[in-house]
């Protein structure tokens, strides 16, 4: 792919993005009785805090941002890959605070790594864009493009065209589309999908097309409400956020309401399903009511080591 180019926006995107207000988030036991699906509620949480003095402690919590180390083996890994690291950052929702930008960026360069992977949710705001998040996810990604080879997907607050510039800006947009990274002879393939949650646009056949080297794939998607089609794709890795780990959580981390219909040991963190391994961010930013409760924001280093033991069940 030539810097600036994308995979074509897709009818299902296209169609979900003209009727953004109407459409409904349905799936799960509750369907259409989804709280994503009111957003009033929101508004009496807010009250809530602020009855009980909990706001501000709530923001200062939002903002308080650190990098998440982790390492994940694998038998699999091609041995050029061994020690690899991952700088993954997601679910930024850049314009909810303005220093959050200059605070990912600066975090980023506090650490050696060697690809970067943007998740998802540039944007705050659920139904609506913002300029300040086009203009401060163009500066934090002029940044990171500096660095290193920088890899993106759209998550469920995204358009489009939040992909289109940061193509523009240098980023490789893996919209149901797959990229290999090459190290001395061996490869590495990243697949990239569409937001599955909220657009349903996520098209694991349409990104695999073509794909020559599926010996250790990546599967980076928004939401990881896609584990059981990447187990059963053979992938080795599933990096995702969309949860926020819950955001608003009880003590030791035990999310109050999810939005992604997944089981809760898949919320936030390192996870195991079959053969795949995966790990799914509390992410950068919060979105809905900004404030965060026993579950910090997080960028995330990931580092791949090759190893001849299983994955654990
Ligand atoms: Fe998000």
Redesign the pocket.
């Known amino acids: 792919m030539l810097t600036g180019d994308m995979r074509p926006i897709s009818e299902k995107r296209q169609r979900v993005e003209r009727e953004r207000r109407e459409h409904r988030v349905s799936r799960g036991r509750w369907g259409r009785f989804h709280f994503e699906n009111m957003p009033w509620l929101e508004d009496v949480f807010k009250v809530m805090l602020r009855t009980v003095g909990l706001k501000r402690r709530g923001e200062r919590n939002a903002l308080a941002l650190s990098v998440e180390s982790t390492e994940f083996a694998f038998d699999n890994l091609p041995a050029a890959f061994d020690g690899m690291r991952i700088l993954f950052i997601t ?1 930024t ?1 850049i314009d909810e605070f303005p220093t959050l930008g200059e605070t990912i960026r600066r975090l980023a360069e506090s650490v050696s790594y060697d690809v970067c992977i943007l998740g998802g ?1 540039y944007n705050f705001a659920y139904r609506q864009e913002s300029g300040m998040a086009y203009l401060w996810m163009k500066q934090l990604a002029d940044a990171l493009v500096q660095r290193s080879p920088v890899y993106g997907v759209l ?3 995204d358009k489009y065209a939040m992909g289109q510039m940061l193509a523009d800006c240098g980023v490789t947009m893996l919209v149901n589309e797959h990229a290999y990274l090459e190290n001395d002879g061996d490869r590495l393939c990243l697949v990239g999908l569409d937001d599955c949650h909220y657009y349903e646009a996520a098209d694991m056949d349409l990104a695999e097309q073509g794909m020559q080297d599926g010996s250790f794939k990546v599967l980076i998607c928004h939401s990881p409400e896609m584990y059981q089609d990447a187990a059963d794709a053979g992938y080795s890795l599933y990096l995702a ?2 949860t ?1 780990g819950g955001q608003v959580c009880l003590p030791g981390g035990i999310a109050v309401v999810t939005c992604a219909t997944v089981p809760r040991r898949i919320l936030r963190g390192k996870w195991y399903y079959g053969g795949l391994a995966g790990y799914t961010s509390r ?1 950068s ?1 919060a ?1 809905g009511v900004c404030v965060r409760f026993f579950c910090p924001p997080e960028i995330t280093l990931i580092t791949l080591r090759k190893s001849t033991a299983a994955a654990p069940l």
Do not use: P, T
């Open positions: 679910d929702h949710d998550g469920n607050h956020g969309h926020h992410g930013g979105s």
